[in-house]
């Protein structure tokens, strides 16, 4: 059974469409992520949700916007696509330490998204 | 916030050993991971050292820390063609990991 599973795995799109990513995770972890990673493999955070809450928004764009509508679900959703939102998402899962420390991230096989 | 380096590529030959190092910034992690990333699918955690150690090893894995340099390295001991990937160092911060920005192992025959 796949623990995170994220669906599309590629998608091609043309600029100034509107388009979504969808994630869910079966580990029963309260917390999911969604990371970009570049042409250069660069990996960055973008979200995080704790029981359906947003934790993390890093300097990202208002055209993405992330839904949690449950603690195993995290969507993404993106507006008016640029040619430089073309990147690999990755989303990932974790179940949050004592303190709030990060414990080991799970994440799914990764959505390459394509903006022509 | 916390910034993670990585040299980005490592070149070996099948057998030999192969040493990836990670520098960081922010000396409150309390775990440093190490994650691999194979082509086409997402990162998957190799082992990991709580700040409290020097060295941890797991079977041709060998983590090393040293704090006061902020220094973190991973040995691969007989390295195989099926390790060429990328590896990612990672610290924890505050409800997320910061990974650095990633070694390309290439493992030639």
């Known amino acids: 059974d796949t623990a995170v599973s994220q669906t599309p795995k590629y998608l091609v799109t043309q600029m100034g469409n509107d388009k979504s990513i969808k994630c869910e995770q079966n580990?029963?972890?309260?917390?999911m992520y969604w990371y970009k990673q570049d042409s250069k493999k660069f990996l960055k955070i973008m979200f995080s949700?704790?029981?359906?809450?947003?934790?993390i928004n890093e300097t990202v764009p208002n055209r993405f916007s992330p839904k949690s509508p449950d603690k195993a679900h995290l969507n993404l959703h993106i507006n008016s696509l640029e040619l430089g939102d073309s990147a690999v998402y990755f989303c990932?899962?974790?179940?949050?330490?004592?303190?709030?420390?990060?414990?080991?991230?799970?994440f799914g096989e990764g959505s390459r998204l394509t903006v022509l | 916030g916390e910034d993670v380096e990585q040299s980005l590529f490592l070149s070996v030959r099948e057998g030999d050993s192969s040493v990836i190092n990670c520098t960081y910034t922010?000396?409150?992690?309390?775990?440093l991971y190490w994650y691999k990333q194979e082509p086409g699918a997402g990162l998957q955690l190799l082992t990991y050292?709580?700040?409290?150690?020097d060295m941890k090893q797991d079977q041709r894995l060998t983590v090393l820390l040293n704090k006061k340099d902020k220094h973190l390295s991973l040995r691969i001991a007989d390295t195989q063609t099926g390790d060429s990937a990328i590896y990612f160092c990672?610290?924890?911060?505050?409800?997320?990991?910061?990974f650095g920005t990633g070694t390309r192992l290439l493992v030639s025959p």
């Open positions: 990932a899962s974790s179940q949050a330490t004592s303190g709030g420390l990060t414990g080991e991230l799970f």
């Open positions: 050292i709580f700040s409290n150690m």
């Open positions: 949700y704790n029981n359906k809450e947003l934790i």
């Open positions: 922010d000396s409150s992690s309390t775990y």
């Open positions: 580990l029963g972890h309260d917390t």
């Open positions: 990672a610290g924890t911060g505050f409800q997320k990991l910061v």
